[in-house]
């Protein structure tokens, strides 16, 4: 099993086709796990995700690294225009397509299979854009967001949801322990693999969040950039404008 600082060493592409076959390997469980594992509280986030995307009626939205659809179903419910979901990982967006078809989203939603890192969509093409728990995944984090920013419309919207590191005692210990050691073996018993449910707590872990990420938001030229906190700091939502 290779450590996150091993996979962090790979270069773009060949980290890209490492955590790929690892989603792929885990797609049937994905959703089970995660709901399971946030105690059902994921669902509320990104809820709040397309609150806080200011999504409307008649507006273009993507969702990057989409996983098997869940923010792009919540996003249905602001009834935009169209709605793009990128993936990477096939058997991710195989588990989308069974959940679109009971969603009746066959036309509201198109399933694309691309890296974030070469999104394959012209200039100034979306109102918002938004990923949720994957933007620690992409192969290089400057250029997938730098990738975002280019296929946003001028005053377009990213939000980005992603698990955090709670900063206070004790939850900060207690959040810890069980990432560390209960939910990888969780992960393990339920899905049959433990790599991936050993990447998951490393990935969080190595994260830049807080200050640190809203400033590669600045850097990738997003403006008006602001965070905010979710659920004693187990995640957070980052908001920026092009």
Not at 56 to 64: A, I, P, Q, T
Request: hydrophobic residues 40%; proline residues 3%.
């Amino acid at each position: 099993m290779q450590k996150i600082e091993e996979i962090e060493t790979l270069d773009q592409e060949t980290k890209n086709a490492y955590i790929r076959r690892m989603f792929n390997g885990i797609s049937r469980r994905y959703d089970f796990l995660n709901h399971f594992l946030s105690a059902g509280i994921d669902r509320h986030w990104r809820k709040q995700a397309i609150e806080i995307s200011n999504l409307s009626s008649g507006e273009m939205f993507l969702d990057v690294a989409c996983g098997t659809g869940d923010l792009s179903i919540e996003a249905a419910k602001a009834k935009p225009a169209k709605i793009i979901a990128v993936d990477f990982a096939e058997k991710m967006l195989q588990g989308f397509g069974e959940k679109k078809r009971k969603s009746n989203l066959n036309g509201k939603v198109e399933m694309v299979q691309a890296n974030a890192e070469k999104l394959p969509f012209s200039d100034n093409a979306f109102d918002a854009a938004s990923v949720a728990f994957g933007v620690r995944n992409f192969g290089d984090l400057k250029s997938g967001l730098a990738e975002m920013h280019r296929v946003l419309k001028r005053n377009g919207r990213i939000v980005v949801l992603e698990f955090s590191n709670p900063k206070h005692f004790p939850f900060k210990q207690i959040y810890s322990f069980y990432f560390k050691k209960i939910l990888p073996a969780l992960g393990h018993l339920i899905s049959g693999d433990s790599q991936a449910y050993s990447y998951l707590p490393e990935s969080v872990l190595s994260f830049p969040d807080g200050k640190v990420f809203e400033n590669i938001l600045l850097d990738t030229k997003f403006h008006d950039v602001r965070s905010m906190p979710l659920t004693f700091g187990i995640a957070a939502l980052y908001f920026g404008i092009k």
